[in-house]
């Protein structure tokens, strides 16, 4: 499907993107370890962008919940990536609340990819 490798392109320019501007940026106007948390928002974005790929390449050739597994990588995304980003700039621990709702996006985007592949390919 087609939205899966558009949203796993602007995924992928996104991150890298977000990672200079983390890594030049934000340099001496926020922490080292809102830096870190940066870098790690930055590192689970890029990874599931691949999956976002994987899914809209494997997209015609598997059946099943692989749209749902797309979803679910793009909302953890959003959750994770973005919440992550949110409170490395603000510092407000809130947007760190939100954070394990991605993860648990990521987790049910991998069972369902993983799940499809054993089923049907």
């Known amino acids: 499907m087609k939205v899966f490798l558009l949203l796993g392109v602007i995924n992928g320019f996104l991150a890298v993107a977000l990672g200079a501007f983390g890594a030049h940026g934000l340099e001496g106007r926020i922490s080292e370890k809102m830096i870190k948390t940066w870098e790690k ?6 990874f599931h962008t691949m999956a976002l790929l994987v899914v809209g390449l494997l997209f015609n050739k598997v059946s099943g919940n692989l749209a749902s597994a797309g979803w679910a990588f793009f ?4 959750l994770f990536s973005g919440s992550l980003y949110i409170y490395s700039l603000s510092s407000v621990k809130l947007f760190a609340m939100i954070t ?7 987790l049910v985007g991998w069972v369902l990819l993983g799940y499809a592949v054993v089923r049907y390919l």
């Open 75 to 78: 909302i953890g995304i959003l």
């Open 41 to 46: 928002a930055v590192n689970y974005q890029m």
């Open 100 to 106: 394990p709702f991605g993860g648990v996006a990521f």
